[in-house]
């Protein structure tokens, strides 16, 4: 899959920070929905050292199957039909990859 670049300015409709059960293993990462009903990945989360908290993810990747929903609510119950436990996202801005490190440790992030 080919990177795909998103600029600080981009049109998001919802962004979600997500954990699911894959055949080998579980991943997180964040997922974006473009204005224009495109969804967007990026794998990744945080880490954890002594004190301190950082995040880092890779590059924003399109998703093949995503039908162009772009109603937010309606792409939450589809994203959770296909077995991804939503939550809030990470402090990352959308147009960076790492953020950090702040001291402590955040606590869990939130269902949506």
Partial sequence: MEDVVVEADT?????WGFAADTDHSWVTGELLLRGDGVLLRRYGGDSRRGGVTSWRFSAWQVVSW????ADPDAAVQRLKQHAYDLYEPSPVPIDATEAGPVAGHPGPARPV
């Fill in 66 to 69: 995503w039908p162009g929903e």
């Fill in 11 to 15: 049109v998001v409709l919802g962004r």
